[in-house]
């Protein structure tokens, strides 16, 4: 049984693995992360293994006696991967990225795959049939979309994405989201195309905070996993225990 941590910029997420079974989920904050591993401790005492995967600035402090109680694998540029990485700048590259790779080696082995996360960035992030990784692409989200509306201009509110957009808006606030909303759907249905151009039978998968959101509004067939990320981190972890 394995412990998943994956440390965002505020949120951390927990999740507990049997085998590819994931039997609970749950999130934290840095005061409540410690208390929130020990109850998933008290839960499942048949945790073995871990695995930290933080992509935050700041330092979040980790239970003192986590690693003398299962083993535990720190997600790293020196971690070992379950594909060849073919990134030109391997120490720069994300340890979320990698997660989401590493998923798509393990759902759609030796299968071309495009995966996109969209969340506060879209990444796009494309293995080939040779499980090998080349790169991608990063681009702004859309709550980083309006916030640079409002930012940047003197008179733009600070919109949001609601449950439905027009091509035309009637107001400013109905054109802001018209532009951000259909110009990320744009920016992402034209990337599937090109990537479609050079690779064929592409599988896309689409995870992140809006990734339900804005793949119920594209048209190209996309697969979304709000878990690819979290299966990825677990994939990881099972890949360097069993070397």
Same mark, same amino acid.
């Given at each position: ?62 239970? #003192? ?24 700048? #391997? ?65 733009? #509110? ?7 957009? =027009? ?63 979290? =299966? ?5 972890? =099972? ?5």
């Amino acid at each position: 049984m394995n412990l998943i941590v994956d440390i965002g910029n505020s949120i951390a997420k927990l999740a507990v693995f049997q085998q590819d079974e994931i039997l609970k989920k749950t999130s934290a904050d840095k005061l409540s992360l410690n208390k929130k591993i020990s109850e998933i401790f008290q839960l499942y005492p048949e945790i073995k293994k871990a695995v930290v995967s933080n992509v935050s600035s700041a330092k979040w402090e980790l239970p #003192p006696n986590l690693k003398n109680e299962v083993e535990v694998i720190e997600l790293s540029a020196e971690t070992s991967l379950p594909f060849k990485n073919n990134y030109a700048t #391997p120490k720069t590259l994300g340890n979320d990225r990698k997660a989401l790779i590493a998923a798509a080696v393990k759902h759609y082995p030796q299968q071309n795959v495009l995966v996109i996360d969209a969340g506060t960035c879209i990444t796009y992030d494309f293995k080939t049939a040779k499980d090998v990784y080349l790169g991608g692409g990063i681009s702004p989200g859309l709550k980083m979309r309006f916030l640079a509306l409002n930012n940047f201009t003197a008179n733009l #509110p600070l919109v949001e994405a609601g449950e439905g957009y =027009e091509l035309i808006g009637n107001s400013t606030a109905s054109s802001i989201i018209s532009g951000v909303v259909n110009g990320t759907l744009m920016e992402i249905e034209g990337i599937i195309n090109k990537y479609k151009e050079n690779y064929t039978n592409l599988i896309c998968i689409i995870t992140g905070g809006d990734g339900t959101f804005l793949s119920g509004n594209l048209k190209n067939g996309i697969f979304a996993n709000s878990n690819f990320l979290l =299966e990825g981190l677990n994939y990881i972890l =099972e890949f360097n225990i069993d070397q």
